[in-house]
């Protein structure tokens, strides 16, 4: 029976067949961990152990640089009890890459796949491994090889197109608003400045995030700083100078991304030179460069002893304990729906995550690798207020439901002042 018509035209990228596709299942994990990407692979392996053509799941270690070196996990064999513990683990069960193939690379993965009649393949990841995915895939067509190539989305920096979010987001975005509520408590107990380096290289969503640590008044962040806006150090000390003279204290929330009105990285900037990751990209993350650059300028500029810096760095992506509920449950759907997707639909494509109504719901959609693959998602200009130092309510709405139920909440003391006697 032909399934085509389950499916809106803009999702097809292939036309469904008569027949089913006998063959093998490869999953495999790109970029950063996340809280919840096993979450992902779980969903592939258990929903494919239900469809009488996959002759075997597998899984590659190492992401695509295991696909190259055959390096593969037999998860056909693997229990389903583990499978879940698994699945409420953070970070990368498969372990990763940050491999970022060329067509001779891919050349490579399609010719394994190949000999080992992989039909099915699923890749968890941000917009470069979709990219992978696209990629095989038009060499599996050039080839007239029988392929259904998926990605599945994942990235706590939650800047993939056509996604209301994406899957590890909610969950890293949990542990931020966590951690600034603790910072919150800190501060105000010996009050000076603190600024948090959050990840985010060209998105601010996760930085914005720590806004949901606000619950009195006088809570912080009191600053946010994110990619979207350029930075200007005249403009940031003001600010700082500002909340400081009316709490006596000052939370700051920065991205690592934060770059001039040139678009020059303030790391490059402050540091005065440049150092760039085996993608080309400026190096933001792997010291407390930024963070202790930006509280010497608050030391020297404006005369506040205590200034202290912290860079979240991997914490945030991988930290037992801070699995949203909700956005676990969706990095398992995901999963899931890719393999459907694929089994049922016979059909190649990005699934992607939708918002029908803001309080809350979600469904699931497939689109064209190439409107995710490479692309990047940035915060709406609705998120961002209009000084460029803070988020505003719209942010708060769209961000709150994706950190799960019961969060913690923070109290104060209540009890009244005793009269002094001496003083």
């Given at each position: 029976m032909i399934l085509q018509a389950c499916i809106s035209e803009r999702n097809i990228n292939s036309v469904a067949r008569m027949s089913r596709l006998v063959g093998k299942v490869l999953v495999a994990q790109g970029g950063g961990p996340t809280p919840v990407i096993n979450q992902s692979i779980v969903g592939v392996a258990l929903e494919a152990r239900k469809f009488s053509q996959v002759t075997s799941i597998y899984g590659a270690v190492h992401g695509v640089?295991?696909?190259?070196?055959?390096?593969?996990?037999?998860?056909?064999?693997?229990?389903?009890?583990?499978?879940?513990?698994?699945?409420?683990?953070?970070?990368?069960?498969?372990?990763?890459?940050?491999?970022?193939?060329?067509?001779?690379?891919?050349?490579?993965?399609?010719?394994?796949?190949?000999?080992?009649?992989?039909?099915?393949?699923?890749?968890?990841?941000?917009?470069?491994?979709?990219?992978?995915?696209?990629?095989?895939?038009?060499?599996?067509?050039?080839?007239?090889?029988?392929?259904?190539?998926?990605?599945?989305?994942?990235?706590?920096?939650?800047?993939?197109?056509?996604?209301?979010?994406?899957?590890?987001?909610?969950?890293?975005?949990?542990?931020?608003?966590?951690?600034?509520?603790?910072?919150?408590?800190?501060?105000?107990?010996?009050?000076?400045?603190?600024?948090?380096?959050?990840?985010?290289?060209?998105?601010?969503?996760?930085?914005?995030?720590?806004?949901?640590?606000?619950?009195?008044?006088?809570?912080?962040?009191?600053?946010?700083?994110?990619?979207?806006?350029?930075?200007?150090?005249?403009?940031?000390?003001?600010?700082?100078?500002?909340?400081?003279?009316?709490?006596?204290?000052?939370?700051?929330?920065v991205s690592e991304g934060i770059s001039d009105p040139s678009g020059t990285p303030m790391i490059t900037k402050l540091l005065g030179k440049e150092e760039r990751d085996s993608h080309g990209n400026v190096q933001l993350s792997g010291t407390g460069a930024l963070g202790d650059l930006l509280a010497d300028e608050i030391r020297d500029q404006l005369k506040i002893k205590r200034v202290r810096s912290d860079t979240f760095g991997y914490l945030q992506r991988s930290f037992m304990g801070i699995q949203s509920d909700r956005d676990a449950h969706e990095a398992r759907e995901v999963g899931e729906k890719a393999v459907q997707y694929a089994m049922w639909d016979n059909v190649d494509g990005s699934v992607v995550i939708r918002r029908p109504v803001l309080n809350y719901s979600v469904d699931y959609d497939l689109v064209p690798l190439e409107k995710v693959a490479g692309k990047t998602r940035h915060m709406p200009d609705a998120f961002i207020n209009a000084e460029g130092n803070g988020v505003t309510e719209a942010f708060m709405n769209y961000c709150r439901p994706l950190l799960g139920s019961k969060m913690p909440e923070p109290h104060r003391l209540r009890a009244p002042m005793v009269k002094k006697i001496l003083h």
């Open positions: 640089r295991g696909i190259v070196e055959e390096d593969f996990l037999d998860l056909t064999r693997e229990t389903t009890h583990n499978l879940e513990q698994v699945a409420d683990t953070p970070s990368s069960g498969l372990l990763s890459t940050r491999d970022k193939p060329d067509e001779e690379y891919c050349a490579r993965m399609f010719k394994v796949m190949q000999a080992h009649d992989i039909r099915y393949f699923f890749y968890v990841g941000g917009n470069d491994s979709s990219d992978t995915v696209r990629i095989v895939n038009e060499q599996a067509r050039a080839a007239n090889y029988e392929l259904r190539a998926i990605h599945i989305p994942k990235t706590i920096d939650n800047d993939l197109q056509e996604n209301d979010h994406c899957p590890g987001f909610g969950s890293a975005a949990r542990f931020v608003a966590q951690a600034f509520m603790g910072v919150n408590l800190d501060n105000r107990a010996l009050k000076g400045v603190y600024l948090g380096v959050i990840m985010g290289r060209h998105a601010g969503f996760l930085t914005a995030a720590s806004s949901l640590a606000q619950k009195y008044v006088d809570d912080g962040p009191h600053l946010v700083y994110v990619p979207e806006r350029h930075f200007v150090m005249e403009n940031f000390l003001a600010d700082v100078d500002r909340v400081y003279q009316k709490h006596g204290l000052c939370t700051i929330a």
